[in-house]
């Protein structure tokens, strides 16, 4: 392989009602292991801007890792609002064009669900005792199956001559016996964006109908709230069978133009606060992170919350209204008369 990659990115602009449109503003990349946001070696657009629907990116700012083999190439974007998007992977072999030698196969082995780390699972053998072909066979009776039925999640790997490990390639399976009548049901499910809280934690979502019974599920939206701040985030959900097996993340990015495209009336109703008519101090029901008072003028005040209280005794006497935001982002109203 050159040493150097070529990259393109597809830059996506949302929000035609916006007087500026979002833009990409900053590229990085990384080898293998993700150092997180912002840490990773940035990249430089062929033109010095990432301006274009499709970019070229400097082919000298992709540095090759040192050891040749299998590695994962990395990339993702940032916009003007300081969203990172999700990252874009690419298994790429680093073999340096002054040797002849390919690589090959020489190890491989599965897991069941949690990953023991690298050599240490359960070693697959090929079907002619070695891996020399393109296409390999393995011996089916070297996979043992998980003891408890339901949902499972398969995971193979292969290491080349080289000593590096490619990446992990899974597929769910049921593990269900015929000598049972019983199938997997979906009992749980759960969303979350962009952090995953950890299995049984995230938001839980109710299917439509009550219950989770069909081959093709409508999910209630009243109870999916929407985040802060505008752009790109990941929506992330996941359901459990019947036999409390949680299954994969299933993940898509959405850029999130409006946090009020919940019913902002909806929220208000779950909020109050007392006292109203008030002097000098009013308090919420319910937490809430920011508050905007706005008065009949449309001039903006900005006002402190503390333990969701709210000090208005500065305000001139007149009636107010109060732009609230929950501290999951969203936003709602509420009429306050000052004495």
Not at 305 to 334: R, W
Request: net charge negative.
């Amino acid at each position: 392989m050159k040493n150097f990659i070529y990259c393109f990115i597809l830059g996506i602009w949302g929000m035609a009602s916006q007087a500026q449109l979002n833009k990409i503003t900053q590229g990085e990349y990384f080898w293998d292991t993700d150092p997180g946001e912002g840490n990773a070696t940035a990249l430089t657009a062929a033109d010095g801007n990432f301006d274009n629907v499709l970019e070229s990116v400097m082919q000298n700012t992709a540095a090759v890792p040192g050891t040749a083999g299998l590695h994962t190439f990395n990339i993702r974007l940032k916009d003007n609002v300081g969203v990172w998007g999700p990252v874009f992977k690419n298994v790429v072999n680093t073999g340096n064009s002054t040797t002849t030698a390919y690589a090959t196969l020489t190890q491989a082995e599965y897991f069941w669900d949690t990953d023991p780390g690298e050599g240490s699972a359960t070693a697959v053998a090929a079907a002619d005792n070695t891996f020399d072909a393109v296409l390999e066979n393995v011996m089916q009776n070297t996979a043992s199956i998980p003891a408890t039925p339901g949902l499972h999640t398969f995971s193979i790997r292969i290491k080349d001559n080289t000593g590096n490990w490619g990446p992990v390639f899974k597929n769910i399976v049921h593990t269900g016996n015929s000598a049972t009548s019983n199938y997997a049901t979906l009992t749980q499910a759960e969303f979350f964006w962009d952090t995953d809280p950890g299995e049984g934690s995230g938001t839980p979502i109710a299917a439509a109908d009550g219950s989770f019974d069909g081959v093709i599920e409508g999910i209630l939206q009243s109870n999916v709230y929407l985040v802060n701040p505008l752009g790109l985030h990941k929506f992330n959900i996941r359901v459990k069978d019947n036999q409390g097996v949680w299954g994969p993340v299933f993940t898509n990015v959405i850029f999130n133009e409006n946090v009020l495209s919940v019913d902002p009336h909806t929220i208000a109703e779950n909020y109050y606060f007392i006292p109203n008519p008030a002097t000098s101090v009013i308090r919420f029901n319910k937490d809430i992170e920011s508050i905007i008072v706005i008065d009949l003028n449309g001039r903006q005040m900005a006002a402190s919350v503390n333990n969701n209280e709210v000090n208005i005794e500065g305000l001139a006497t007149g009636t107010y209204i109060l732009k609230v935001t929950t501290p999951e982002g969203l936003s709602f109203n509420k009429k306050m008369i000052k004495r």
